[in-house]
T-cell receptor
Framework: GAVVSQHPSWVICKSGTSVKIECRSLDFQATTMFWYRQFPKQSLMLMATSNEGSKATYEQGVEKDKFLINHASLTLSTLTVTSAHPEDSSFYIC?????????????FGPGTRLTVL | SQQGEEDPQALSIQEGENATMNCSYK?????LQWYRQNSGRGLVHLILIRSNEREKHSGRLRVTLDTSKKSSSLLITASRAADTASYFCAPTQGGANSKLTFGKGITLSVRP
C-alpha cells in the first residue's frame, strides 16, 4: 500500500527558532500534498495544499510567511514553521495524493509533534 | 470542499458489540471516505465508497451510503479493544482540486 513518512516524529525547540518538517511519499509519486494541524482533542485543520513545482495554496487564516511550504519533487514536501512560538505547538500531519487512480485517495503520514518552549 | 458531520460525538461499547457511526454532508459528492486515528497518530484510511455505490464491505467494516439523504454509516462488527480510536468521515467531490476536510469525528471506546 501507499506509505507516507514524516520526519521528525517529534521535535522540541526554543521560541523564535525555525523548524522544518519533511513529508515523503515512499512508494508513489504525489502530485499533491496537504498539511494539517491538530490541537489536542480537536479535529484536523487543513492548513495548505501544495502541488509539485508550484506555490502552495493556503487556507484562510493561515499565515503563509510563517508556515513555509515547499513541494520540490513528486515525493517530498516540507513545512517550515518560522520563528516558532508556544502557540504553534501542535501535531502536524501531512497527506499525499497520487492523483492518477481517479478516486484521489489521500494517504496520511504518522504526524509530527511540535513543542515550542 | 466540505466536511462531514459525524454522529454521535462519543460512543462507548463492550468488546464484541457492534459500533455504528453516522456521517451527514451537505452537497453532492463523488465519494466518501472513512478514516481512523489512534491517539497521537496519523490517519489510517479505512474505506472509500463511491457515489454510485450503496454498500461496501472490508473485513469487519461495513459502510453504507445514501445519497438521497446525504448520509453514510460505518458499522464495525464484533468490536475489539484495538478499535478504540477516533473516526472521521470525509465526503469529497473528487477531481484534481478536491481536498479532504474533517469534522470533529467520533471517539469510540471499546471496553474489554
Amino acid at each position: 500500500g501507499a506509505v507516507v513518512s514524516q520526519h521528525p516524529s517529534w521535535v522540541i525547540c526554543k521560541s523564535g527558532t525555525s523548524v522544518k518538517i519533511e513529508c515523503r511519499s515512499l512508494d508513489f509519486q504525489a502530485t499533491t500534498m496537504f498539511w494539517y494541524r491538530q490541537f489536542p482533542k480537536q479535529s484536523l485543520m487543513l492548513m495548505a495544499t501544495s502541488n509539485e513545482g508550484s506555490k502552495a495554496t493556503y487556507e484562510q487564516g493561515v499565515e503563509k510567511d510563517k508556515f513555509l511550504i515547499n513541494h520540490a519533487s513528486l515525493t517530498l514536501s516540507t513545512l517550515t514553521v518560522t520563528s516558532a512560538h508556544p502557540e504553534d505547538s501542535s501535531f502536524y500531519i501531512c497527506s499525499a495524493r497520487e492523483g492518477t487512480s481517479g478516486s484521489y485517495e489521500q494517504f496520511f503520514g504518522p504526524g509530527t509533534r511540535l513543542t515550542v518552549l | 470542499s466540505q466536511q462531514g458531520e459525524e454522529d454521535p460525538q462519543a460512543l462507548s461499547i463492550q468488546e464484541g458489540e457492534n459500533a455504528t457511526m453516522n456521517c451527514s454532508y451537505k452537497t453532492s459528492i463523488n465519494n466518501l471516505q472513512w478514516y481512523r486515528q489512534n491517539s497521537g497518530r496519523g490517519l489510517v484510511h479505512l474505506i472509500l465508497i463511491r457515489s454510485n455505490e450503496r454498500e461496501k464491505h472490508s473485513g469487519r467494516l461495513r459502510v453504507t451510503l445514501d445519497t438521497s439523504k446525504k448520509s453514510s454509516s460505518l458499522l464495525i462488527t464484533a468490536s475489539r479493544a484495538a478499535d478504540t480510536a477516533s473516526y472521521f468521515c470525509a465526503p469529497t467531490q473528487g477531481g484534481a482540486n478536491s481536498k479532504l476536510t474533517f469534522g470533529k469525528g467520533i471517539t469510540l471506546s471499546v471496553r474489554p
